[in-house]
T-cell receptor
Framework: NAGVMQNPRHLVRRRGQEARLRCSPMKGHSHVYWYRQLPEEGLKFMVYLQKENIIDESGMPKERFSAEFPKEGPSILRIQQVVRGDSAAYFC???????????????FGPGTRLTVT | QQQVKQSPQSLIVQKGGIPIINCAYENTAFDYFPWYQQFPGKGPALLIAIRPDVSEKKEGRFTISFNKSAKQFSLHIMDSQPGDSATYFCAARNNAGNMLTFGGGTRLMVKP
């Protein structure tokens, strides 16, 4: 059973370009979460999605950032017009449906390291 | 109120020692407290987790102690090994949602 997959693992963008980060959840998982980790810091929650729905985007910056989890295919975190401050590691996590259990564990992918030059 | 404070930021112990990492929280709605281990260039991996209805949980060499009244919890690593050298994050989750709130991390080095 493959774990959470993220690609690319490393992404370099110039200021003003767009960054697209992809996340494929574990098999059977329908919940996806995106977190951002700045150097030497803990992870900060960005957004929580289920298939075709954004459940909680309270951690997303109001501008330039968007996320989706379509019916088919991976979840995408999109950053438009990137700035140097967007340089960070972006982690995706997935969890199975709750189905009676509250708050199932989240399993993290290896991350995408975004560098904005 | 969503913060989780973690200490120390870094820790060095000798092989066989028992590093202890502490976390404190304010939000009484938190009801699930996992610890994650992260190696350089990798994603966080779930190590052990506890709910506030128990005061201690052991899994192998890893033990969580939980003090609900003080709103504190800690990770102990028994008989630490150089392979345990990593960054450890505590986290907490609100019973009303699914997002994890992470502490700032502790970089542990276990010397041979």
């Amino acid at each position: 059973n493959a774990g959470v997959m993220q690609n690319p693992r490393h992404l370099v963008r110039r200021r003003g370009q767009e960054a697209r980060l992809r996340c494929s959840p574990m098999k059977g998982h329908s919940h996806v979460y995106w977190y951002r980790q700045l150097p030497e810091e803990g992870l900060k929650f960005m957004v929580y999605l289920q298939k075709e729905n954004i459940i909680d985007e309270s951690g997303m910056p109001k501008e330039r950032f968007s996320a989706e989890f379509p019916k088919e295919g991976p979840s995408i975190l999109r950053i438009q017009q990137v700035v140097r401050g967007d340089s960070a590691a972006y982690f995706c996590a997935s969890s199975p449906p709750t189905s009676g259990r509250t708050n199932p564990e989240q399993y993290f992918g290896p991350g995408t390291r975004l560098t904005v030059t | 109120q969503q913060q989780v404070k973690q200490s120390p930021q870094s820790l060095i112990v000798q092989k066989g020692g028992i590093p202890i990492i502490n976390c404190a929280y304010e939000n009484t709605a938190f009801d699930y407290f996992p610890w994650y281990q992260q190696f350089p260039g990798k994603g966080p991996a779930l190590l052990i987790a506890i709910r506030p209805d128990v005061s201690e949980k052991k899994e192998g060499r890893f033990t969580i102690s939980f003090n609900k009244s003080a709103k504190q919890f800690s990770l102990h690593i028994m008989d630490s090994q150089p392979g345990d050298s990593a960054t450890y994050f505590c986290a907490a989750r609100n019973n009303a949602g699914n997002m994890l709130t992470f502490g700032g991390g502790t970089r542990l080095m276990v010397k041979p």
